[in-house]
C-alpha cells in the first residue's frame, strides 16, 4: 500500500506565501514524475507543476514565476513554493506522484490540502 501524506495548506492573505510538501511512503519501489494538481469549487482539476526524475519541471501558464515546484527524492517528497498567491489560487491542492508499487506502475494522490486566500 501507497501513502501520499500532504501538508502545509491553510489560509494566507493575498500576496503571501505557502509551501506545500507531499511525502510518499509504503510499498513504493520506484517514483518517476511528481505533481501538483488543484481543484476550486465548480472547477475541474487542472495541472499546477510537475516535475520529472531528471529534475524537468513545467507549470501552469497561471503560476509561472510565483510557483516552484522541486523534490527531495532521498525522502520521496514533493514541495510546491507558491508565492504572491492570489485570490483565483484558492482551491484544493492535489498531490500526484507515478510509481512503481506492488500492483505496476502508476499514479497516486494523496488526500488534499486545502489553500485559502482572502483578506
Known amino acids: 500500500q501507497v501513502q501520499l501524506v500532504e501538508s502545509g495548506g491553510g489560509l494566507v492573505q493575498p500576496g503571501g506565501s505557502l509551501r506545500l510538501s507531499c511525502a510518499a511512503s509504503g510499498s513504493i519501489f520506484s517514483i518517476y514524475a511528481m505533481g501538483w494538481y488543484r481543484q476550486a469549487p465548480g472547477k475541474q482539476r487542472e495541472l499546477v507543476a510537475a516535475i520529472t526524475s531528471g529534475g524537468s519541471t513545467n507549470y501552469a501558464d497561471s503560476v509561472k514565476g510565483r510557483f516552484t515546484i522541486s523534490r527531495d527524492n532521498a525522502k520521496n517528497t514533493v514541495y510546491l513554493q507558491m508565492n504572491s498567491l492570489k485570490p483565483e489560487d484558492a482551491a484544493v491542492y492535489y498531490c500526484?506522484?507515478?510509481?512503481?508499487?506492488?500492483?505496476?506502475?502508476?499514479?497516486?494522490w494523496g488526500q488534499g490540502t486545502q489553500v485559502t486566500v482572502s483578506s
Open positions: 500526484n506522484v507515478e510509481g512503481r508499487g506492488t500492483t505496476g506502475r502508476r499514479h497516486y
